[in-house]
């Protein structure tokens, strides 16, 4: 079955620790994303990648890395200088452009730093 | 960005038809209207999205009125799977943008047995 796997589904960390949080596509899509959803809030989005070897950031990127070596990978790394790191990190790829356009969701990984 | 408005909240009955409403006054004409839904501790899911003409999928049905300022997410049959966020994001195919998407807070849906 094709998807988006992120993996793992819970993580724990202490303060002041990276953490890469991995992120997997079989669609063959050329774009991926990286979004950060909060209690009761929708989803922003951190970083996203058009192509291989390139990405920009989204609208709350402080404090996180990425890269896109592989076309099927996006992994995003959770740094120390990120203030508030504990959320749920949601990975999405899309397909199509203008009228013909879907983005599609992996499970999420629920990221709680202490 | 155009904004979306929706409500908060909204309750329904299983098996009665729901009719979920976004405003978005200031769509421009290149806006697509998208809507996605979230169940609970899960990734958002596609749902439907249109331009200007009504549209219909297995899943649900947009209704988007004339002057494009408003459109209605018709669940026809709601089950209880169907409890979930729902989420209206316009998206301006002249700006690419790598195909991001802007999510609001998206209105919750309970579904009463």
């Known amino acids: 079955d094709g998807g988006i796997t992120q993996s793992p589904k819970y993580l724990f960390r202490k303060e002041g620790q990276n953490v890469t949080l991995s992120c997997e596509q079989n669609?063959?899509?050329?774009?991926m994303y990286w979004y950060r959803q909060d209690p009761g809030q929708g989803l922003r989005l951190i970083y996203y990648?058009?192509?291989?070897?390139?990405?920009q950031k989204g609208d709350i990127a402080e404090g996180y890395s990425v890269s896109r070596e592989k076309k099927e990978s996006f992994p995003l790394t959770v740094t120390s200088a990120q203030k508030n790191p504990t959320a749920f990190y949601l990975c999405?790829?899309?397909?199509?452009?203008?009228?013909?356009?879907?983005?599609?969701f992996g499970p999420g990984t629920r990221l709680t730093v202490t | 960005d155009a904004k979306t408005t929706q409500p908060n909240s909204m309750e329904s009955n299983e098996e009665e038809p729901v009719h979920l409403p976004c405003n978005h006054s200031?769509?421009?004409?290149?806006?697509?209207i998208h809507w996605y839904r979230q169940l609970p501790s899960q990734g958002p899911e596609y749902v439907i999205h249109?331009?200007?003409s009504n549209v219909n999928n297995r899943m649900a049905s947009l209704a988007i009125a004339e002057d494009r300022k408003s459109s209605t997410l018709i669940l026809h049959r709601a089950t209880l799977r169907d409890a979930a966020v729902y989420y209206c994001?316009?998206?301006?195919?002249?700006?690419?943008?790598?195909?991001?998407?802007?999510f609001g807070q998206g209105t919750e849906l309970s579904v009463k047995p």
């Open positions: 994001i316009l998206r301006d195919v002249r700006y690419n943008q790598g195909g991001k998407l802007i």
């Open positions: 669609l063959n899509h050329d774009a």
């Open positions: 249109g331009l200007t």
């Open positions: 200031t769509i421009s004409g290149t806006d697509y």
């Open positions: 999405a790829s899309s397909i199509g452009t203008g009228a013909s356009y879907e983005q599609y």
């Open positions: 990648s058009q192509i291989v070897n390139d990405f």
